[in-house]
């Protein structure tokens, strides 16, 4: 955990690196939410919103303060401000789930699928021992409610989604085990793996970004497995390594 640290120089580079990660593929203007982790608020997210506006998305933040946790509790509040957006927008919403936003992305995904364009999650504790993270004590006191592997709500969470679903993490997580953050790869979903990046900087680690970028340029309803060969090809393990538990 002191590791965690890093994430000011994660930071710090994707600034400096900034010229290069504006050479990741356009965006499509379709809109994008953006889901922070646990007790984080919308300020965790806005660099990159920033950086996938100035690609050419439409994003938009959860607008509900500091994310004290409650995947139960929040569920109506998500839907309906899923909902919005779509309404708003005539389109469907990829969503960005960093950490416990993960989780509550892949529920959402669940709940309304036919307005969910993909899903992005950054070292989200989704399946396998999801107990298993430095967080979960402080998450149960204050959201009051019970990490369970086994309920049927955890189970759907961890399963495989309707639409093109990316996992991005690092097995140098200070928070969350990385092993909670893998999924099961398919012709639609897959995990990349970021070399050294730490919880608390990997939604504004560069080599995140750019894979981020990259997968929501991605025509609607289409889905190719990312290719490591770009700019960071150095930062990301060889997909047989980031698939394996």
């Known amino acids: 955990m002191l590791a965690e640290a890093r ?12 010229p290069l990660l504006m050479r990741a593929p356009k965006g499509d203007g379709h809109p994008v939410l953006a889901l922070p982790g646990f ?24 607008r509900m303060g500091r994310n004290v946790g409650g995947v139960s509790r929040m569920r109506a509040a998500l839907r309906d401000r899923l909902t919005e957006i779509h309404t ?3 389109r469907k919403v990829s969503i960005i789930g960093w950490s416990l936003g993960g989780v509550y992305a892949r529920d959402l995904a669940l709940q309304l699928p036919d307005i969910v364009r993909s899903v992005i999650t950054l070292g989200s504790p989704f399946s396998g021992d999801v107990r298993a993270t430095n967080a979960t004590r402080l998450y149960e006191a204050l959201s009051g409610e019970t990490v369970d592997d086994a309920s049927e709500l955890r189970m759907a969470i961890a399963g495989d989604l309707p639409m093109p ?15 909670t953050s893998v999924l099961r790869p398919s012709d639609t979903a897959e995990n990349i793996e970021v070399y050294l990046a730490s919880h608390i900087g990997l939604g504004v ?20 497995h990312f290719d490591r060969s770009g700019p960071f090809a150095i930062a990301y393990a060889p997909p047989k390594n980031a698939q394996s538990a």
């Open 88 to 90: 708003a927008t005539g």
């Open 165 to 179: 679903t990316t996992s991005i993490y690092s097995r140098t997580d200070g928070i969350v085990n990385w092993r």
């Open 205 to 224: 680690n560069a080599a995140a970004l750019w894979a981020i970028a990259d997968r929501l340029a991605q025509a609607e309803g289409e889905f190719s």
């Open 7 to 18: 994430g000011i120089f994660e930071f710090n580079a994707s600034l400096l690196l900034s």
């Open 39 to 62: 007790l984080a608020s919308d300020l965790s997210m806005a660099p990159m919103r920033r950086y996938l506006r100035d690609l050419g998305y439409d994003t938009y933040a959860w």
